[in-house]
């Protein structure tokens, strides 16, 4: 996937979900509209799934980045959010026990503790929105 076949739609929406973002990563944003050309190939997107205590999060192993958060890349037309929702429906239904891709098992991991993965930073930055949704939901 190139710049070009990104429409105009998929832009927006990342471009508004930048905007309401409680943190950015990496340089998300300023990647996203880097020269006004919008995002470069591959788009992907992950989701940050609590418990309902904010104790543990899914993660799914994945054959060389460790345990990291479900996501994956967003496909030709969709955007950031709807490739989130894809990618964790995937694996995740409230009324079914969890189902991973293929040699990606997942699993409730306790914020408690560490987990091996290839974004070491992830951890600590998972907790640190667990405690801030825990804040908020406690106003």
């Known amino acids: 996937m190139t710049r070009d076949v990104f429409d105009h739609r998929v832009i927006e929406a990342a ?3 930048v905007r309401l973002a409680k943190i950015q990563l990496d340089g998300a944003g300023q990647w996203l509209i880097s020269d006004g050309k919008g995002p470069s190939e591959p788009l992907a997107a992950e989701v940050w799934v609590f418990d309902e205590a904010l104790a543990r999060v899914l993660l799914v192993h994945h054959r060389w980045r ?3 958060p479900p996501g994956g890349r967003v496909e030709p037309g969709e955007t950031p959010r709807e490739g989130a929702r894809r990618e964790l429906l ?5 009324a079914k ?3 991973a891709e293929s040699g990606q098992p997942a699993a409730w991991t306790s914020l408690d503790e560490d987990w091996a993965s290839c974004f070491p930073e ?7 929105h667990a405690r801030w949704l825990h804040e908020v939901s406690a106003r």
Do not use: E, K, M
């Open 15 to 17: 471009a508004a979900d």
């Open 90 to 94: 995937t694996i995740a239904d409230a």
């Open 66 to 68: 460790g345990w990291v």
């Open 97 to 99: 026990p969890l189902v």
């Open 122 to 128: 992830d951890s600590s930055r998972v907790r640190q």
